[in-house]
């Protein structure tokens, strides 16, 4: 007990410490060290390239699903047979669909009348579009999406938890020195006064 104590004390003082070191920054009272130019560089490119990919990601998700309500049931159980590790039964899209109650309409009209043939004709359409676009969902989720999110998952989390520990250091060192310049002004001082 007495142990977790004193590293509890020993956590909110380095809290403190770096909380006073920040605000003295801010207010311009305390000298900030710089981080190397190449560091800046790289560390405002990854900001960069979060956004972008944040913003990729979800239009993304938009343009292949775009009213996520109208699916939300096909969404979980897409989401417990990927958890199963099963595959998912196909679903037909809505172009596909369309294209076939084109055809079965095709055939109550009569493939042979004006109306029944063009009916036949924009049905295959349809259901060749909806095939493709059925296509298109997975590729663009397994190429695009997939690599996206492990940036944000994965790399991005990696990136902000050493970004976290690089400043808290910055901050410890910038209160070391703050406390080894007030200590040699004091001692300055007592040798100015002991003359």
């Avoid at 972008?52 to 009213?67: A, C, D, G, H």
């Avoid at 096909?74 to 595959?87: C, G, H, N, S, V």
């Amino acid at each position: 007990m007495d142990f977790n104590v004193k590293k509890l004390a020993s956590g909110a003082g380095l809290f403190f410490t770096r909380a006073v070191q920040y605000t003295e920054e801010k207010l311009g009272q305390a000298e900030k060290t710089e981080l190397d130019a190449h560091l800046e560089n790289l560390m405002s490119r990854a900001d960069c390239t979060k956004n972008w990919t944040e913003k990729i990601y979800r239009q993304t998700e938009v343009l292949l699903q775009p009213n996520p309500i109208d699916h939300t049931g096909a969404r979980i159980e897409e989401f417990l047979y990927e958890k199963f590790d099963m595959k998912a039964p196909s679903r037909v899209t809505n172009a596909e669909l369309l294209g076939l109650y084109m055809e079965d309409a095709a055939q109550e009209f009569g493939a042979g009348t004006p109306y029944g043939s063009t009916l036949l004709k924009v049905g295959e359409c349809e259901k060749r579009l909806g095939a493709v676009e059925k296509e298109f969902i997975q590729t663009s989720a397994i190429s695009l999406l997939t690599p996206l999110r492990n940036f944000l998952e994965g790399d991005w989390r990696t990136i902000s938890k050493e970004r976290r520990l690089l400043e808290n250091l910055r901050l410890d060192l910038d209160a070391c020195k703050a406390r080894l310049k007030k200590a040699k002004l004091a001692e300055a001082k007592t040798v100015c006064e002991g003359d």
